[in-house]
């Protein structure tokens, strides 16, 4: 990866200065990275070898650009403990300040690792680009760890943007898998907005598959990916089908372009691959919905102790949940959406949650 990065920014910039670091707990890939270094004549001591969650091996260093691609569904059990104490005792001073996923993922870890190794923005900033599977997008729900960490993210404005890739992309896995990039010193017109782009049709057949990997992706798709995120742009896909619905051709259509003429023998498929989200269009306040708990003559019970003396006691039986989206104030929400079903019911202000919506947004966007 620090090769292939090398040579690309080289490949737009030969008078760049790059000076590469990298750390990795595979002997195997940290040997050959090492090797691989020293070929190309970079500093072989910034490779380190160890645990990034840790053993941070650049403790109180910050960086211009990183990228990851960290397993998928691996535990981190061993680390529990020191992680957690890190969570524990340096909050947003150490690695893992927004929260702590479930232990059957570390993937989060990465990210928030990442996170704590961007240089800041009055300083020149960062951007990463980190590979997760569909699991951070939407597991655990609000006030869990995962939800934190995405909310915390999001309402920081640091998620540029997400790109769904096709399946079968790499040799141990054929589950979908997501480019994040993320950045502390997004241009004017990225300030408050994410990027999806799914590119999860971008893509081309090998001619002999590695394991789990049977697709890759043309020079001619990464461009138009590229192309894409460059624009800032909402976009779709069209597709021009023959009367069999065999595909004869396909183009991006940027909004306010023209739609194409639809011949009589032919149809027009329409899909969209980038769309711009708001912030906020992400988040929810989840508000748990009471009604009143009834006697056998259905009259209203009341608590007869302590503070609940003379209130309405709630009926366990009945309790609901509503996710109200950040853009709508909750009191007219709940008057506009439930009142009118279920008058008697009220909101326990004690229960409400944050969470957050990307896996359904990229949902509509594939829809």
């Not at 990851?68 to 300040?97: A, M, Q, R, T």
């Not at 590979?131 to 993210?153: D, K, M, Q």
């Not at 001619?207 to 976009?235: P, Q």
């Not at 896909?237 to 259509?253: F, M, N, P, R, W």
């Amino acid at each position: 990866m620090l090769s292939e990065a090398r040579e690309f920014l080289h490949e737009h910039n030969p008078a760049a200065r790059l000076t590469m670091f990298g750390q990795e707990l595979n002997d195997e890939s940290y040997a050959i990275c090492k090797a691989d270094m020293l070929i190309k004549g970079q500093n072989v001591t910034n490779i380190v070898a160890g645990n990034t969650l840790s053993e941070d091996g650049y403790s109180g260093q910050k960086f211009d650009y990183m990228l990851s691609n960290p397993p998928f569904g691996v535990e981190w059990k061993k680390v529990e403990k020191i992680v957690s104490k890190k969570h524990l005792d340096k909050g947003f001073d150490g690695h893992f300040g927004p929260g702590l996923p479930r232990v059957s993922d570390r993937s989060m870890l990465f990210l928030m690792h990442l996170l704590s190794k961007m240089r800041p923005a009055q300083d020149g900033g960062s951007r990463f680009g980190i590979v997760l599977n569909g699991s951070p997008l939407f597991t655990g729900g609000a006030g869990s760890g995962e939800s934190e960490i995405r909310r915390y993210v999001l309402e920081n404005d640091l998620v540029e943007a997400i790109i769904g890739l096709p399946a079968d992309m790499f040799y141990n896995t054929g589950i979908a898998t997501y480019v994040w990039i993320l950045s502390n010193k997004k241009p004017a017109q990225r300030k408050g907005f994410v990027q999806l782009i799914d590119a999860s049709g971008f893509w081309q057949k090998m001619r002999k598959s590695l394991d789990s990997k049977h697709k890759k992706m043309s020079d001619e798709h990464i461009a138009t990916i590229s192309t894409l995120f460059g624009a800032i742009a909402n976009a779709r896909q069209t597709t021009v089908l023959d009367a069999d619905g065999k595909e004869i051709s396909h183009s991006i259509l940027r909004d306010g372009q023209p739609e194409p003429e639809n011949p009589a023998d032919r149809k027009i498929k329409l899909s969209p691959v980038s769309r711009i989200f708001r912030n906020e269009n992400f988040g929810y306040t989840t508000i748990t919905v009471e009604r009143p708990l009834r006697d056998e003559q259905d009259n209203i019970v009341l608590g007869v102790k302590g503070k609940q003396k003379g209130k309405q006691q709630p009926d366990s039986a009945l309790r609901d949940t509503e996710n109200v989206p950040f853009s709508n104030d909750i009191e007219a929400y709940f008057a506009r959406e439930v009142l009118p079903h279920v008058p008697d019911a009220w909101i326990d202000a004690e229960l409400r949650a944050v969470s957050d919506t990307i896996m359904q947004m990229l949902g509509k966007l594939a829809e």
